[in-house]
């Protein structure tokens, strides 16, 4: 992409309405715009990311053995009112009614919707366990929308819902989703905690909250500080070893960690000078709830006995939209973003110091055009302006590489490659940078 061309309206002054560091610089870096309280647009640069977060909560998903479809965000309030949760929800519900005066709602979550869709296909053991997810938008109209997209009204979702015929078998498929979100916020760079959460009226110890640290997270958390070194599993995990999967699930839950929802001052103040307290942010949940949605919406299969039974369900929930400003909280410094390659909107900053050069030019469209059949996206400042402001605009929207070309370096045959992260810069020859870029 050239940015003389790029719709990236990006902001010189910080914006006033903003109180923390993503929410201020997703707006500086124009990658959203407020359409109105806690909704918002998704201008190009920041799409480009939602959409790569979003692949990689896919792409785990579905090594899981967890199977995509896309539901609706309108929902009729029959289902809910079937489950007995269209009082109980309260005014975070957006209500809406239709021309023939039926109630209808914008879904705020999936699991009558689901339990609906299941209960119509499957009758038998034999078609367990299953497993389904989607990723769309919900409404929740939280009471104070804040913080851009970390708290909206209207936010992008994954969830997934199980299947299964006994409490076994929801035990596997929590642990699948369990040991699946440790890789899938791994891979976005983040160190997110489980956390035992509140199983209510439903008890055990099948529900847990993700949460990354952040001074700017909403929830206090208190854990122990082993924690930050855990090591996540590997990448080819074997979701068919139930042992294997039992042991990890063990090892990330047998020390304390809880938010302060949660929190047992005794538990805490046993881990003496180990215990560690600091903010966090929820970025995933995941629960299992038994029979509470099945027995009453009658989601019943025959067992191998001829017996019918409500199937065990567990429902696991990523806040695929939150996270886009949770890697800014944990990915930025004073200049700008820092993303992590694996969500980075481009790979490469292509700055030309000398637009008009006939050599600069020429150079820089050879080395974008190179880049790009490589597979290496680049964005080319391409525009007149002066460098320490090109410098600025790349350092604010955080490419992980910048490669700088001026006619000084062209003179001895170098451009100059810098990296975000740790602001290091080399000279290297026009094949040498290449290289290191597309490797
Ligand atoms: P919170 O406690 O932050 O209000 P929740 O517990 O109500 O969240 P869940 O129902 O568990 O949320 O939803 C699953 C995930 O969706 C959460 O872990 C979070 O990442 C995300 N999420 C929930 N509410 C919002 C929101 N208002 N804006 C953006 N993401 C959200
Ligand atoms: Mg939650």
């Known amino acids: 992409m050239r940015l003389s061309e790029y719709f990236l309206p990006t902001l010189k002054e910080n914006p006033a309405e903003a109180q923390i560091v993503s929410h201020r610089l997703m707006l500086r870096a124009g990658m959203v715009r407020q359409s109105s309280a806690g909704i918002y647009t998704w201008l190009p640069l920041g799409l480009k990311v939602l959409r790569k977060v979003e692949e990689i909560v896919r792409e785990e998903q ?3 053995g967890c199977q995509e479809l896309l539901m609706p965000t309108i929902q009729s309030a029959d289902l809910w009112k079937e489950s007995g949760r269209y009082e109980d929800y309260g005014k975070e519900m957006l209500r809406i009614t239709d021309r023939h005066d039926r109630d209808m709602l914008y879904g705020p979550t999936n699991e009558e919707l689901i339990t609906e869709v299941f209960k119509g296909a499957v009758r038998s053991y034999k078609d367990l366990p299953k497993m389904l997810y989607h990723i769309q938008w919900k409404f929740r109209d939280e009471v104070r929308p804040r913080f851009g997209v970390m708290r909206g009204r209207e936010f992008l979702m994954k969830d997934s819902y199980s299947f299964d015929l006994d409490s076994a078998g929801a035990r596997v498929s929590y642990n699948k989703m369990f040991v699946t979100y440790l890789k899938t916020f791994q891979r976005m760079g983040l160190k997110a905690i489980p956390m035992a959460a509140d199983t209510g009226p439903i008890g055990g110890d099948m529900s847990h909250e993700f949460l990354i640290l952040a001074d700017t997270g909403e929830s206090q958390v208190f854990c122990h500080k082993n924690y930050l070194d855990l090591e996540i599993p590997e990448e080819d995990i074997d979701f068919n070893d139930h042992d294997g999967l039992q042991e990890t699930v063990n090892k990330f839950t047998a020390e304390y960690a809880a938010t302060d929802e949660m ?20 970025v995933g949940h995941i629960f299992n709830f038994g029979t509470k949605y099945s027995e009453p919406m009658k989601a019943v299969v025959t067992t191998g006995e001829g017996k019918e039974v409500a199937v065990e369900m567990g429902s696991y929930g990523i806040g695929v939209s939150r996270l886009v400003g949770g890697i800014i909280e944990a990915s930025h410094d004073d200049n700008g973003i820092i993303w992590p390659e694996s969500v980075a909107p481009f790979k490469v900053g292509l700055i030309n110091l000398k637009t008009g050069d006939e050599l600069c030019d020429s150079v820089c469209e050879d080395l974008y055009n190179r880049l790009n059949a490589a597979g290496a996206e680049a964005l080319y400042d391409d525009r007149k302006d002066r460098a320490g402001a090109k410098f600025a605009n790349m350092d604010l929207i955080g490419l992980p590489w910048q490669l700088v070309v001026g006619p000084r370096g062209l003179k001895d045959g170098v451009v100059e490659l810098k990296n975000r992260a740790s602001g290091e810069k080399q000279e290297l020859s026009l094949d040498d940078a290449m290289s290191k870029l597309v490797g």
């Open 263 to 282: 929190h047992d001052e005794a538990k805490g103040a046993a881990l003496g000078s180990d215990l560690m307290t600091a903010r966090g942010i929820e």
């Open 62 to 64: 579905d090594k899981a």
